[in-house]
């Protein structure tokens, strides 16, 4: 993906260091969001940006919420749970975009606004019954994994059908839709065709059940990718990066294939 500085580049992604350099930084994401999105004759207004703001010490996330992002996503719980205390004076939707482990569904049932990487029926079993003991409902999105790199996170496209037949079974989930990473190369086709794989398994599951799809959102698309994705119908886009700053934290520790071949 075309998302990674190396050493000798010119920072890409430029820090944000005041309230004044994140209005920018988001305006400017907003602005090519409209553009692709009206290269394709979409709506810009069908798309919500997500920033994510992992790695991001506590004060510099805070600047991001005075520039008026209220809904940040972080890939891990614990750093999630950790800034959601340091904030807890803000008004802040915290979404968690990362793999869950079964033994971190009680903090998503009794905090997070959202799951975007459900991908293991034990997890979905896991969080229903903590979301049924705290009284709340849960917005998820079912994590696909559209590139075949074996060893990224999400369900085999071909799962997914009998996923998503199962996830009734636990009625304080409330599926939105999709998500996925794309392929990690600089190659667009390739990323472009992960994206469009995601759409049409979204169309496929609407065509079968459209019940068990909810609003079929496709949740898709990062600093490095997002207009392509955009192109390709995505309702919610994750920018980190492009809104933050290049973060000095290399990929592979969110996702652990991230450092292989293949770019
Ligand atoms: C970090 C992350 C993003 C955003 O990546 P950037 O390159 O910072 O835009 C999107 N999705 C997931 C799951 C992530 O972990």
Not at 43 to 62: A, G, H, M, N, Q
Not at 110 to 116: K, V
Request: hydrophobic share 40%; net charge neutral.
């Amino acid at each position: 993906m075309p998302n990674r500085p190396t050493p000798t580049d010119e920072p890409r992604y430029p820090t944000s260091r005041d309230v004044g350099d994140f209005v920018r930084a988001v305006s400017h994401v907003r602005s090519r969001i409209a553009a692709a999105a009206e290269r394709v004759g979409r709506s810009p207004d069908e798309v919500r940006l997500l920033p994510v703001s992992k790695t991001v010490p506590e004060d510099r996330v805070r600047l991001a919420v005075r520039a008026g992002c209220h809904e940040l996503g972080e890939n891990k719980v614990q750093e999630a749970a950790r800034k959601r205390q340091a904030l807890a004076d803000l008004d802040v939707r915290w979404s968690v975009i990362g793999h869950l482990q079964t033994n971190k569904a009680r903090e998503v049932a009794a905090w997070a606004s959202e799951l975007q990487a459900l991908d293991r029926l034990r997890v979905a079993e896991a969080l229903d019954r903590r979301l049924a003991a705290a009284g709340r409902t849960l917005d998820v999105y079912v994590q696909v994994n559209t590139s075949a790199e074996d060893s990224k996170f999400g369900m085999p496209p071909d799962e997914l059908p009998a996923f998503l037949a199962a996830l009734p079974a636990y009625p304080h989930l409330r599926v939105r839709g999709l998500m996925t990473l794309a392929v990690l190369s600089d190659d667009h086709a390739r990323v472009r065709e992960c994206f469009a794989l995601l759409r049409t398994l979204r169309d496929r599951a609407r065509d079968a059940d459209p019940d068990l799809i909810g609003p079929g959102e496709l949740s898709m698309g990062m600093s490095g990718d997002y207009e392509i994705a955009v192109e390709e119908g995505a309702t919610c886009v994750r920018v980190g990066q492009a809104i933050f700053g290049a973060r000095a934290v290399p990929d592979s520790v969110f996702w652990p294939e991230a450092d292989r071949a293949d770019r």
